[in-house]
């Protein structure tokens, strides 16, 4: 019986003590700054994610992204990445990358020049009483330290723009992340006498140049710290860029380390600082380690708020559709309904019939399933290759010979076995979503084309400035700023209505028939409406006298016509001598050529320049695979313009009666399509071969 209870004992310490590790490690904030060298690519994009959950980093300030046009995007794992445009050239670039369980504190952002950019967290206070920690991040990238010999005015341009980033009220928590290309170099016993232990701490790498001499005088003026030359680690966690020089001479190369990506706080902030130093572990290839700053806000804020639940939804789609399901769902809720045991309360009784009707939808409906991105990377072969190239590259990194031939090339090995299987993957995913819509009828395969079209497309975010003319980034904050617009733009200065109190008395102002009659309108009820009705023919009046007739046959069938609604076509063609009110000829542009019936326009030459217009913009969607020359072959594109594209155009082709003249439309602009496809330009002598793009 001791020895039991010892391993209890020993067992329950170990479980407390992981405990007690987890809730500390998850009420610690990490912020990082990491210069990536391009971040364009969607892989690149998503080992950026990766490395996210990898390291426990909150909010990371993101340098050399090599993008030109802002985007605001969610990574797997739904982590909010920000890419700022540039105005200037396209080899710099910032952007931040903010985690899933702090974005919701996000406020907003805004940017200065294409080196320094910053945005605003608001962190509710652990206090109920107090408000909440207001948190200034700044992501900045400097010239080089040969630029600033060169051109010193660029440089001081740049700390002109990084002190409008830092000028703040002091109850702002300040933190600077960046890639400064500055070495602060080891602190010196001068130092210390001259007072810059408020800004340096003792574990510097090198010596400091021209870059290092201006950040330390910035450090100065602004009373700020560099935190990750505060705790003492091993040399391969203090340095932050590392790679490899060749001799002229010898032909040899040598590596080298440098400390030039700091992450920066106020003098005062020090104390949260739980820890700092580099990481070269990434899976994200760049020269440049992740510079990670561990802060402990516990004691003053309430870094994560609870989980919420999810919300359980049903797949109603289905029992729409399915006839057999519909009886299914309606036998099982009263059989269900009638074994119920009587409730002691009516409360009691709406629970159990809710609980019921919920357990016959799950047991025969079921729930709806979560409509996940495909993500190539995820793959497990790809996942394997880029563990190994990753091992690969570390030991390339940690190799100190000379000879690194062999290892270079099992590295460019492997990255080409990658892009051959996201090829096979891409192709394979193209080649799936072509067969299902060459599978469908012909009646749908046009609209399994547009739903197709429209499931990849993303809501453009809005932006909003705040009074500061800052950009908000925060949902909630943005409605309460169009809320508040649209109150004193279109509010009403009468107050309010009362509400009724006292006994039951007359109105003061009768209910009248016409807000009723709105008041009907606007109900919810189960009947079923026969809408879009539309009557033609070539006179008039007859047209009016069906509209009775109909109403009277739809009513049998419980159907009710709208008549406001209903319209009615006349067919006719316009003399020669017949205008319209701006006095132009009305034959050939007469109002029922453009009337839409069943999708179409009744004129068929109106009807295929809209067709025209409608499959140039289902072309235009995927436009960056008709351009793509090395991950999709010609016959998958061709493939997938015969689903995507050529259903849209062709729509109700069969009714068209039109001359050839207008039918050379359709031929023209296919032809145009399949030019770009192939990426050869219109000569006269051109010729596209049949065999090149017939798909069997």
């Given at each position: 019986?001791?020895?039991t209870?010892?391993?209890?004992?020993?067992?329950?310490?170990?479980?407390?003590?992981?405990?007690?590790?987890?809730?500390?490690?998850?009420?610690?904030?990490?912020?990082?700054?990491?210069?990536v060298r391009?971040?364009?690519?969607?892989?690149?994009?998503?080992?950026?994610?990766?490395?996210?959950?990898?390291?426990?980093?909150?909010?990371?300030?993101?340098q050399?992204?090599?993008?030109?046009?802002?985007?605001?995007?969610?990574?797997?794992?739904?982590?909010?990445?920000?890419?700022?445009?540039?105005?200037?050239?396209?080899?710099?670039?910032?952007?931040?990358?903010?985690n899933?369980?702090?974005?919701?504190?996000?406020r907003?952002?805004?940017?200065?020049?294409?080196?320094?950019?910053?945005?605003?967290f608001?962190?509710?206070?652990?206090?109920?009483?107090?408000?909440?920690s207001?948190?200034?991040i700044?992501?900045?990238y400097?010239?080089?330290?040969?630029?600033?010999?060169?051109?010193?005015?660029?440089?001081?341009?740049?700390?002109?723009?990084?002190?409008v980033?830092?000028?703040?009220?002091?109850?702002?928590?300040?933190?600077?992340?960046?890639?400064?290309?500055?070495?602060?170099?080891?602190?010196?016993?001068?130092?210390?006498?001259?007072g810059?232990?408020?800004?340096?701490?003792?574990?510097?790498?090198?010596?400091?140049?021209?870059n290092?001499?201006?950040?330390?005088?910035?450090?100065?003026?602004?009373?700020?710290?560099?935190?990750n030359?505060?705790?003492?680690?091993?040399?391969?966690?203090i340095?932050?860029?590392?790679?490899?020089?060749?001799?002229?001479?010898?032909?040899?190369?040598?590596?080298?380390?440098?400390?030039?990506?700091?992450?920066?706080?106020?003098?005062?902030s020090?104390?949260?600082?739980?820890?700092?130093?580099?990481?070269?572990?990434?899976?994200?290839?760049?020269?440049?380690?992740?510079?990670?700053?561990?802060?402990?806000?516990?004691?003053?804020?309430?870094?994560y708020?609870?989980?919420?639940?999810?919300?359980?939804?049903?797949?109603t789609?289905?029992?729409?559709?399915?006839?057999?399901?519909?009886?299914?769902?309606?036998?099982?809720?009263?059989?269900?309904?009638?074994?119920?045991?009587?409730?002691?309360?009516?409360?009691?009784?709406?629970?159990?019939?809710?609980?019921?009707?919920?357990?016959a939808?799950s047991?025969?409906?079921?729930?709806?399933?979560?409509?996940?991105?495909?993500?190539?990377?995820?793959?497990?072969?790809?996942?394997?290759?880029?563990?190994?190239?990753?091992?690969?590259?570390?030991?390339l990194?940690?190799?100190?010979?000379?000879?690194?031939?062999?290892?270079r090339?099992?590295?460019?090995?492997?990255?080409?076995?990658?892009?051959?299987?996201?090829?096979?993957?891409e192709?394979?995913?193209?080649?799936?979503?072509?067969?299902?819509i060459?599978?469908?009828?012909?009646?749908?395969?046009?609209?399994?084309?547009?739903?197709?079209?429209?499931?990849?497309?993303?809501?453009?975010?809005?932006?909003?400035?705040?009074?500061?003319?800052?950009?908000?980034?925060?949902?909630?904050?943005?409605?309460?700023?169009?809320?508040?617009?649209?109150?004193?733009?279109?509010?009403?200065?009468?107050?309010?209505?009362?509400?009724?109190?006292?006994?039951?008395?007359?109105?003061?102002?009768?209910?009248?028939c016409?807000?009723?009659?709105f008041?009907?309108?606007?109900?919810?009820?189960?009947?079923?409406?026969?809408?879009?009705?539309?009557?033609?023919n070539?006179?008039?009046?007859?047209?009016?006298?069906?509209?009775?007739?109909?109403?009277?046959?739809?009513?049998?069938?419980?159907?009710?016509?709208?008549?406001?609604?209903?319209?009615?076509?006349?067919?006719?063609?316009?003399?020669k001598?017949d205008?319209?009110?701006?006095?132009?000829?009305?034959?050939?542009?007469?109002?029922?050529?453009?009337?839409?019936?069943?999708?179409?326009?009744?004129?068929?030459?109106?009807?295929?320049?809209?067709?025209?217009?409608?499959?140039?913009?289902?072309f235009e969607k995927?436009?960056?695979?008709?351009?793509?020359?090395?991950?999709?072959?010609?016959?998958?594109?061709?493939?997938?313009?015969?689903?995507?594209?050529?259903?849209?155009?062709?729509?109700?082709?069969?009714?068209?009666?039109?001359?050839?003249?207008?039918?050379?439309?359709?031929?023209?602009?296919?032809?145009?399509?399949?030019?770009?496809?192939?990426?050869?330009?219109?000569?006269?002598?051109?010729?596209?071969?049949?065999?090149?793009?017939?798909?069997?």
């Open positions: 019986m001791v020895t209870t010892r391993k209890s004992t020993a067992t329950w310490k170990i479980a407390v003590e992981q405990v007690t590790t987890l809730l500390v490690t998850i009420a610690l904030l990490g912020f990082a700054t990491w210069n391009g971040l364009t690519k969607t892989d690149k994009q998503h080992l950026l994610a990766q490395d996210c959950d990898r390291y426990d980093l909150d909010i990371v300030g993101i050399e992204t090599k993008t030109r046009q802002f985007s605001d995007l969610r990574l797997p794992g739904n982590h909010r990445l920000l890419l700022f445009d540039q105005k200037d050239g396209y080899h710099g670039g910032l952007g931040f990358l903010i899933s369980r702090v974005n919701h504190f996000f907003s952002f805004h940017q200065i020049s294409d080196r320094v950019v910053y945005m605003d608001f962190v509710p206070s652990k206090f109920v009483h107090k408000p909440p207001k948190l200034r700044v992501n900045c400097s010239p080089t330290n040969p630029k600033t010999i060169s051109n010193p005015e660029a440089t001081d341009q740049f700390y002109r723009e990084l002190q980033a830092v000028d703040v009220p002091a109850r702002y928590e300040l933190w600077i992340l960046g890639d400064f290309n500055a070495k602060l170099g080891k602190r010196s016993d001068q130092d210390y006498n001259s810059l232990h408020k800004n340096l701490g003792r574990y510097g790498v090198g010596r400091r140049n021209e290092g001499e201006r950040l330390l005088n910035f450090l100065v003026f602004n009373n700020l710290f560099a935190a030359t505060a705790f003492r680690h091993s040399s391969r966690h340095s932050t860029r590392t790679g490899w020089v060749k001799d002229k001479k010898t032909k040899k190369s040598f590596p080298y380390f440098s400390q030039i990506d700091f992450v920066l706080c106020r003098s005062r020090t104390v949260f600082l739980s820890d700092a130093r580099s990481y070269g572990g990434a899976k994200l290839h760049s020269d440049h380690k992740i510079v990670k700053a561990t802060i402990d806000l516990r004691e003053k804020t309430k870094p708020k609870s989980r919420k639940t999810e919300t359980v939804k049903y797949n789609t289905s029992l729409v559709c399915n006839k057999e399901l519909q009886s299914q769902f309606h036998q099982a809720v009263p059989q269900q309904v009638d074994s119920l045991p009587t409730p002691p309360n009516v409360k009691a009784g709406f629970e159990q019939l809710f609980e019921t009707v919920k357990t939808a047991n025969t409906v079921g729930m709806r399933q979560k409509n996940k991105k495909t993500q190539h990377s995820s793959d497990p072969q790809v996942c394997c290759m880029s563990d190994e190239r990753h091992r690969l590259i570390l030991q990194n940690d190799n100190m010979l000379r000879d690194r031939s062999e290892l090339r099992k590295i460019n090995k492997l990255k080409n076995n990658i892009n051959k299987r996201l090829k096979e993957l192709t394979e995913h193209a080649n799936k979503l072509a067969d299902s060459k599978n469908a009828d012909d009646t749908k395969r046009k609209f399994e084309a547009t739903r197709a079209l429209a499931t990849d497309k993303q809501p453009e975010p809005i932006s909003v400035f705040n009074s500061d003319n800052q950009l908000v980034g925060n949902d909630e904050d943005k409605a309460a700023i169009i809320r508040e617009w649209f109150m004193q733009h279109y509010a009403s200065s009468e107050p309010p209505l009362q509400p009724f109190t006292g006994p039951p008395r007359p109105l003061q102002a009768p209910i009248t016409e807000e009723v009659q008041a009907a309108s606007k109900l919810k009820n189960e009947w079923e409406h026969a809408d879009d009705a539309d009557f033609g070539e006179v008039e009046e007859n047209l009016r006298e069906m509209l009775p007739i109909c109403k009277e046959i739809l009513a049998e069938w419980d159907l009710l016509v709208n008549e406001d609604k209903t319209e009615f076509v006349r067919f006719y063609i316009a003399d001598t205008v319209d009110e701006k006095g132009e000829p009305l034959r050939g542009r007469e109002p029922w050529r453009k009337n839409v019936t069943l999708g179409s326009k009744l004129c068929s030459k109106a009807d295929i320049v809209h067709r025209c217009i409608l499959a140039n913009v289902a995927y436009s960056k695979v008709w351009l793509e020359k090395y991950h999709t072959s010609l016959y998958t594109k061709v493939k997938l313009y015969e689903a995507l594209v050529t259903p849209v155009l062709l729509y109700n082709c069969n009714s068209w009666a039109a001359p050839e003249k207008i039918l050379q439309k359709v031929d023209v602009c296919q032809r145009n399509h399949l030019r770009q496809i192939m990426n050869c330009t219109y000569s006269p002598t051109s010729v596209i071969k049949i065999s090149t793009l017939v798909v069997g």
